[in-house]
């Protein structure tokens, strides 16, 4: 953080002020030097050597108060930018926490009643993101309710390792067919036109889940039956506010 290393901020505070004084005295010491290499009077003449000899130390003086000033000021500043960013953290964290993800249970079973069903829907999330994890156990109630068999009749973590044979270190979502945020339905290749079981229960559950999340992605995975679906839960995508951005003015029209 600087030249200073770790000196707090209370420390740096009062070497800026110690150096804003020190620039300050230098500055008179300096002063009364001129003046004295600069009077006429016999009396001011005899004692040149000693206004000199201030000179040198009023200048040397303020040297070492500006260096002072320099250094403490951009060491505050440099604080100053870790706590900025610290406070846009928690500030994104709250932001998260009051705007987490959420199904209406009305609507959503409402909205896959009488449709077609998989053999078996895997409901997996990214155990790092607690939202994730809470979508994710809401969701499994919703589509237990709605009649759809759960595989393993748990949710999942996403699995930290690849077991994709076609690109074994591609990420654990992409592997997996799934976006790296929000929410993914996942169904075998075979299924994306909708005519197979598998295929028409993904459209279902599009249509339940876009309105109340917003966004949604779908993929593919060879690996999946062509009745079989796959529901990954990731982080939301981005959507928090800019903050410290500061528009640029907005040029006037000629």
């Known amino acids: 953080m600087g030249m200073l290393g770790s000196v707090s901020k209370s420390a740096a505070t009062f070497g800026l002020h110690v150096s804003e004084w020190l620039l300050l005295i230098f500055g008179l010491v300096l002063v009364v030097g ?32 500006d260096g002072g000033i320099f250094l403490f000021s951009e060491h505050l500043q440099a604080i100053s930018g870790h706590e900025v960013a610290e406070l846009n953290l928690r500030a994104s964290q709250l932001y998260n926490q009051a705007h987490s993800r959420w199904i209406p249970i009305d609507p959503f079973l409402a909205a896959l009643k009488n449709k077609p069903k ?21 969701l499994y109630p919703l589509l237990m309710w709605s009649g759809w068999p759960i595989k393993g009749h748990t949710i999942k973590p996403i699995p930290p390792i690849s077991e994709n044979p076609d690109n074994p270190f591609s ?3 992409l592997a997996i ?19 197979t079981i598998g295929g028409k229960a ?50 006037k029209p000629r």
């Not at 600069?38 to 040397?60: H, N, P, T, Y």
């Open 202 to 251: 993904a459209e279902a559950l599009g249509d339940a889940l876009l309105t109340p999340l917003q966004s949604l992605n779908f993929g593919t995975d060879p690996h999946l039956a062509d009745d079989e679906l796959r529901v990954v839960v990731a982080p939301k995508p981005n959507t928090l506010p800019p903050f410290n951005i500061v528009p640029e003015p907005i040029a």
């Open 171 to 173: 990420p654990p979502l």
């Open 34 to 65: 001129l003046i004295g290499e600069l009077a006429k009077s016999d009396k001011w003449i005899r004692r040149k050597r000693l206004f000199e000899l201030l000179v040198i130390v009023g200048v040397a003086g303020e040297l070492f108060g």
């Open 118 to 138: 998989p053999r078996a829907v895997e409901i997996l999330f990214d155990k790092n993101d607690p939202d994730s994890r809470n979508l994710a156990g809401w």
């Open 177 to 195: 067919g799934a976006q790296l945020t929000g929410v993914s339905i996942v169904s075998s290749p075979r299924s994306r036109n909708s005519v």
